[in-house]
Nanobody, 128 residues
Framework: QVRLVESGGGLVQAGDSLRLSCVAS????????MGWFRQAPGKEREFVAA????????YYLDSVKGRFTISRDNANNTVFLQMNSLKPEDTAVYFC?????????????????????WGRGTQVSVSS
């Protein structure tokens, strides 16, 4: 099991930016594919972004393309989610996820059950 701890959430206004971080407690971080998901009140958890072990392959939810960027620092066991031009509809608890299993491209990256390890989440609230 890999322990994941998210940070960086907060309350911001529409148009502002936030940078989420997720630190993984593992000696083999570079073997993990990483993802970000979010869950708004009363809604199901949804995929936001994912990257492969090197960070050179990324996937995004359509509604965040061009605004959010996922990246990783393998030397420091950290994955980031840079969120720009935030909108009220981005309000949710954001979860970091990790897996060592191989998934099938973008379809696999979007699936909740592709991931074995989850953080507890960090709240992002965007006011209008």
């Amino acid at each position: 099991q890999v322990r994941l701890v998210e940070s960086g959430g907060g309350l911001v206004q529409a148009g502002d930016s936030l940078r989420l971080s997720c630190v993984a407690s593992t000696r083999t971080f570079e073997s993990l594919a990483m993802g970000w998901f979010r869950q708004a009140p009363g809604k199901e958890r949804e995929f936001v972004a994912a990257c492969n072990w090197s960070g050179d392959t990324t996937y995004y939810l359509d509604s965040v393309k061009g605004r959010f960027t996922i990246s990783r620092d393998n030397a420091n066991n950290t994955v980031f989610l840079q969120m720009n031009s935030l909108k009220p509809e981005d309000t949710a608890v954001y979860f970091c996820a990790a897996t060592r299993r191989t998934y099938s491209g973008e379809v696999g990256a979007r699936r909740i059950n592709s991931y074995d390890n989850w953080g507890r989440g960090t709240q992002v609230s965007v006011s209008s």
